[in-house]
């Protein structure tokens, strides 16, 4: 790369411009042609440094850079190139180095873990409400940020319907759960693999100032292979790069395989922090198990989880351990599914999306839930009624 002294120098000798010294400063093989230029009549030097030029890799940028020089003005000041340190890290970073001590480092990503309809959007739903209403931490911590800040969400899940349901259930205001799109397309912008989302995060970010972005969930965020290092290098990038600008948190929805660890064995290492929920009782599925895989402080006790339906409740006396070997198996969770459906219908009629969204609520999965409709319609003891809008379901009456 030509530096402007450099092109200057260059500029002077073509120009036929005295030279006073210029060539001894240079060096290397700028020195080397300067010098041959120098020892041409003044009418040659632009031909001989045009076809010195050629067999530069940078050619052509190289001859702009000198003819746009001025050889009659004032030497060129260099200023030295400056490193940054950690005393520019300091004036940057947020002097809160912790929003909850041991769960929720500020200004990082943080990870939330758990098998598919466990609770994770309620959970993290819950943390906005108490942020919202200027409550306690979900460990009794008390909460620093502003009342009233909002939180921005990436529903990839394309669970947009629930989380405004289930906001105005936990009294948030509409307008404090953002999307990253278009008030008059509030479903677009939930792939991660779209470049455009980052734009539309980052001013949302700098309109609104919410105090977390939600990604939820990661899984169906992007396409990508997330147990592929490159992907989680295309994905890290600008998710920290937001994180370090905006100084704020990132929560990344994880679903976990069925020995419990987290689906892509990279995506470990861009958060600082790994939460995983857990349901150890199938018949208690409100009732669950909150812990900290990873941190880089103090691991805090493992915490209780009761999900109600204005929020959820924390205490100190958690469900046992969910041991993966031991997890319920798939003719009890449909007998549980069957017993849902038969008891939620036994007063009247009501319609799939209702049922779907209760039962997923109560930590049930939506395969388990149509596999139990499937079950039932089949064995005659309920009808789905098509022609309805929305899709009605009632149970047939036994004799």
Known sequence: MTS???????????SGVHVNGEI????????????????????????ALSTMAVAMADGPQF?????????????????????????????????????CEGWIPASRIVGIAALEGTGKSRFELDLCRRVHLGLLWHDGQKITIPKRSPSLWVCADGQHDEIADMAAEFGLPGESIILPAPADD??????LDDPEIFKWIDGAIVARKPWAVFIDSLTYATTRDLSEQRTIAILKTPLIDIVQRHQINVFLSLHVSKEGQALGRRIKG???????????????????????????????????????????????NP??????????????????????????????????????REWEARGGTHGTFFNARRKMVADGKLVVDDSKKPQMCHLVSQP
């Not at 041959?36 to 632009?46: K, V």
């Not at 004032?74 to 002097?95: D, Y």
């Not at 997890?327 to 779907?356: H, Q, R, W, Y």
């Open 186 to 191: 509030p479903y677009a912008n939930t792939s």
């Open 24 to 47: 001894d400063a240079m060096s290397g093989v700028f020195k080397t042609m300067a010098t041959h230029l120098e020892s041409l009549p003044q009418a040659d030097r632009g031909v």
């Open 319 to 356: 469900p046992a351990k969910l041991n993966p070997n031991q997890g319920p198996k798939a003719p009890e969770k449909l007998g549980m599914a069957i017993a849902f459906i038969s008891k939620e219908l036994a007063n009247g009629d009501k319609a799939t999306c209702d049922l779907v």
């Open 63 to 99: 001859m702009q850079t000198v003819f746009d020089a001025d050889p009659l003005a004032s030497e060129p000041v260099i200023q030295p190139l400056t490193f940054a340190t950690a005393v520019e890290v300091s004036k940057t970073m947020s002097s809160i180095r912790w929003n």
């Open 4 to 14: 402007p002294l450099d092109a200057w120098r260059f500029s002077r000798i073509v």
């Open 270 to 316: 861009i958060t600082r922090t790994l939460l995983h929920l857990e349901c150890p009782d199938p018949e208690k599925p409100e009732r669950l198990r909150l812990w900290v895989e990873k941190s880089y402080g103090k691991k805090p006790p493992a915490l209780g989880v009761t999900m109600g339906d204005g929020g959820n409740e924390y205490d100190f």
